[in-house]
């Protein structure tokens, strides 16, 4: 049967959670009978209340991210009025906005990034990620990859779209959006309901067989993998940003790994690994999109902002820390994304 425990990474997140409910209870408590006048009571509560906070972890009140998901988001302090102003501006002057999102977004979903200081897989671990190369050359990558993607699915399949992928949805319903591209590989965007969308590097809900060329659905995939495999178990380790977790390769020995039912070929996330390219067709489709447009609003993506540079489209760039096309903006907005777009109106 399939076992999969949480470490202690997950019970700190657990603890953490817990403590800022209580937290949240009590100070909600408190509220109520500050204004109730009642001196001693207030008092007591308030020396409870501090003594909470500081223990409890450091999430802010007006944060788009869900309880636990913090630590996967680096630090950053709210927003000045002045920026958002700014990106008010920059957001109603638009007529046919282009949008690119990357890892950022989905951090704010409880999904880890590669890159992010202090919080990213590159600054907790030590692990790469699966390149393409490897995949193709050799079975037992193939088998450790999707046995840890295995274990890692169910977790990874249920994160939601957070605060600032509906808003990105309702800009397109109220034609503000033109299109939007989405380097996620997480699917939260299309699970929003966006439809104006290229996931410019696939999506992990999809499996393709690297023979044929045909498309399933992961889901299924899991199905299979339960079926070759009811008796195998992991011990699951950290998250991965690409759905899976980490597990030692002594672990991954006796897991079965099902081929094509059409031709018997290897099955491969319909996703873009590390080493490997997008097809030229994609990435032509998203220049045509950027051309039909009137400004960029960017949270990564550096080779379009160097092609909208170069059609003298105004670029507005939404993003935590420094990135490298920041000389190409004409805005810089640092914040959240769910913190900062819920609070700028499409028109």
Same mark, same amino acid.
């Given at each position: 049967?399939?076992?999969?425990?949480?470490?202690?990474?997950?019970?700190?997140?657990?603890?953490?959670?817990?403590?800022?409910?209580?937290?949240?209870?009590?100070?909600?408590?408190?509220?109520?009978?500050?204004?109730?006048?009642?001196?001693?009571?207030?008092?007591?509560?308030?020396?409870?209340?501090?003594?909470?906070?500081?223990?409890?972890?450091?999430?802010?009140?007006?944060?788009?991210?869900?309880?636990?998901?913090?630590?996967?988001?680096?630090?950053?302090?709210?927003?000045?009025?002045?920026?958002? /102003?700014?990106?008010?501006?920059?957001?109603?002057?638009?007529?046919?906005?282009?949008?690119?999102?990357?890892?950022?977004?989905?951090?704010?979903?409880?999904?880890?990034?590669?890159?992010?200081?202090?919080?990213?897989?590159?600054?907790?671990?030590?692990?790469?990620?699966?390149?393409?190369?490897?995949?193709?050359?050799?079975?037992?990558?193939?088998?450790?990859?999707?046995?840890?993607?295995?274990?890692?699915?169910?977790?990874?399949?249920?994160?939601?779209?957070?605060?600032?992928?509906?808003?990105?949805?309702?800009?397109?319903?109220?034609?503000?959006?033109?299109?939007?591209?989405?380097?996620?590989? /997480?699917?939260?965007?299309?699970?929003?309901?966006?439809?104006?969308?290229?996931?410019?590097?696939?999506?992990?809900?999809?499996?393709?067989?690297?023979?044929?060329?045909?498309?399933?659905?992961?889901?299924?995939?899991?199905?299979?993998?339960?079926?070759?495999?009811?008796?195998?178990?992991?011990?699951?380790?950290?998250?991965?940003?690409?759905?899976?977790?980490?597990?030692?390769?002594?672990?991954?020995?006796?897991?079965?790994?099902?081929?094509?039912?059409?031709?018997?070929?290897?099955?491969?996330?319909?996703?873009?690994?590390?080493?490997?390219?997008?097809?030229?067709?994609?990435?032509?489709?998203?220049?045509?999109?950027?051309?039909?447009?009137?400004?960029?609003?960017?949270?990564?993506?550096?080779?379009?902002?160097?092609?909208?540079? /170069?059609?003298?489209?105004?670029?507005?760039?939404?993003?935590?820390?420094?990135?490298?096309?920041?000389?190409?903006?004409?805005?810089?907005?640092?914040?959240?994304?769910?913190?900062?777009?819920?609070?700028?109106?499409?028109?």
């Amino acid at each position: 049967m399939h076992r999969v425990t949480l470490g202690k990474y997950m019970q700190r997140r657990f603890l953490s959670y817990i403590t800022q409910l209580v937290c949240d209870v009590i100070e909600s408590t408190f509220v109520r009978w500050r204004f109730a006048a009642d001196p001693e009571a207030t008092e007591t509560m308030r020396l409870l209340w501090r003594t909470l906070r500081l223990h409890r972890a450091p999430v802010r009140r007006a944060s788009s991210v869900p309880a636990g998901s913090v630590n996967f988001v680096p630090a950053c302090s709210t927003t000045d009025a002045h920026s958002r /102003d700014l990106l008010q501006d920059f957001v109603s002057r638009a007529g046919r906005l282009f949008v690119i999102t990357g890892a950022g977004l989905s951090t704010e979903s409880g999904i880890p990034d590669y890159r992010s200081e202090g919080v990213g897989l590159y600054a907790r671990t030590s692990r790469r990620p699966m390149e393409h190369a490897e995949f193709v050359r050799s079975a037992k990558s193939r088998q450790r990859y999707w046995a840890r993607n295995f274990v890692g699915w169910p977790q990874f399949s249920s994160h939601l779209p957070n605060s600032a992928h509906r808003v990105l949805q309702r800009w397109e319903e109220s034609g503000k959006l033109h299109w939007l591209v989405t380097q996620n590989v /997480d699917a939260l965007h299309s699970k929003v309901g966006q439809k104006r969308l290229t996931e410019l590097h696939g999506c992990t809900h999809r499996v393709m067989c690297l023979g044929c060329g045909a498309i399933s659905a992961r889901e299924e995939l899991q199905r299979r993998f339960l079926s070759l495999n009811p008796d195998w178990g992991a011990q699951a380790g950290a998250s991965a940003p690409d759905g899976d977790v980490f597990l030692e390769d002594e672990q991954v020995l006796n897991f079965r790994v099902p081929s094509c039912d059409e031709c018997g070929g290897i099955l491969k996330p319909e996703v873009t690994f590390f080493g490997d390219s997008v097809k030229k067709g994609t990435v032509q489709f998203v220049h045509d999109r950027l051309a039909e447009s009137d400004a960029v609003l960017v949270y990564s993506g550096y080779r379009f902002l160097l092609a909208a540079s /170069d059609r003298k489209i105004p670029v507005a760039i939404l993003n935590i820390g420094p990135t490298r096309a920041d000389h190409l903006a004409e805005l810089k907005v640092r914040g959240r994304c769910g913190e900062v777009l819920t609070v700028i109106r499409p028109h």
